[in-house]
T-cell receptor, first 113, second 109 residues
Framework: DGGITQSPKYLFRKEGQNVTLSCEQNLNHDAMYWYRQDPGQGLRLIYYSQIVNDFQKGDIAEGYSVSREKKESFPLTVTSAQKNPTAFYLC????????????FGQGTRLTVV | RKEVEQDPGPFNVPEGATVAFNCTYSNSASQSFFWYRQDCRKEPKLLMSVYSSGNEDGRFTAQLNRASQYISLLIRDSKLSDSATYLC??????????FGTGTQLKVEL
C-alpha cells in the first residue's frame, strides 16, 4: 500500500542524547515536512524539503537537523541542543500542484527523561 | 501576528446543531487552503480543500474570502462522531504548509 511511515511510534531517550526519527514515503512526493505538536497545541513546522538534497528551516528549527538524500526518506534528528524535546512529531509528504493535500504519518511520541 | 489564526475552542454543541469555524491568514500571497481533522492522539487527515467559489461535501461547507483573508467551515446536523480538532491549513510559495492552532469541537447528546 502507498503511504507514509514513521518509526518508532513511541521513543524514550535520556536527556543529552541525540535521537533520529524515521520518515519514509512511497507516494513519489517531492515535498516532505516535519512538525512538532505539544499537548493542546497546533502543529509547528520544524523543517521542510521540496526536493532531494534541499531543505528549509521552518518556524522552530533550533535544536533539530534533517537530511534529504533520497526522495523517499526525510529523517529528523533531535539534538541535545533542543531544550524541550518531549513532544509528538509528525511527518508529512505532499505532491506537486497548488491544491494538493498533504498526507501524514502516524507520528512518533518522543519522551526525554 | 500569527500567520494563521483560528477561533479559540472548545466548542461544545448538542447533536444536530450547526456550528461554524473561522480561520484568518495574514499573507495575501497564500495560494491553497484546506481543513484537516485531527482526532485525539492521531495524525491529521484531510477533511476538505477550500476553493474560491466555495465547496460542499455532505454536511460540510467550506468558504474562502480572499479580500478579507479568511476561510470558514460550516458543519450542519452535527454528529457525535464529528467531535475532533479542526485545523485550518494555508500554503504559499515554495510549498510551505502552515497550520492554525486548531479548534476543538465536542458534540454532546
Amino acid at each position: 500500500d502507498g503511504g507514509i511511515t514513521q518509526s518508532p511510534k513511541y521513543l524514550f531517550r535520556k536527556e543529552g542524547q541525540n535521537v533520529t526519527l524515521s520518515c519514509e514515503q512511497n507516494l513519489n512526493h517531492d515535498a516532505m515536512y516535519w512538525y512538532r505538536q505539544d499537548p493542546g497545541q497546533g502543529l509547528r513546522l520544524i523543517y521542510y524539503s521540496q526536493i532531494v538534497n534541499d531543505f528549509q528551516k521552518g518556524d522552530i528549527a533550533e535544536g533539530y537537523s534533517v537530511s534529504r538524500e533520497k526522495k523517499e526518506s526525510f529523517p529528523l534528528t533531535v539534538t541535545s541542543a533542543q531544550k524541550n524535546p518531549t513532544a509528538f512529531y509528525l511527518c508529512a509528504s505532499r505532491g506537486t500542484g497548488l491544491g494538493t493535500e498533504a498526507f501524514f504519518g502516524q507520528g512518533t511520541r518522543l519522551t526525554v527523561v | 501576528r500569527k500567520e494563521v489564526e483560528q477561533d479559540p475552542g472548545p466548542f461544545n454543541v448538542p447533536e444536530g446543531a450547526t456550528v461554524a469555524f473561522n480561520c484568518t491568514y495574514s499573507n495575501s500571497a497564500s495560494q491553497s487552503f484546506f481543513w484537516y481533522r485531527q482526532d485525539c492522539r492521531k495524525e491529521p487527515k484531510l477533511l476538505m480543500s477550500v476553493y474560491s467559489s466555495g465547496n460542499e461535501d455532505g454536511r460540510f461547507t467550506a468558504q474562502l474570502n480572499r479580500a478579507s483573508q479568511y476561510i470558514s467551515l460550516l458543519i450542519r446536523d452535527s454528529k457525535l462522531s464529528d467531535s475532533a480538532t479542526y485545523l485550518c491549513v494555508v500554503t504559499r510559495g515554495g510549498n510551505k504548509l502552515t497550520f492554525g492552532t486548531g479548534t476543538q469541537l465536542k458534540v454532546e447528546l
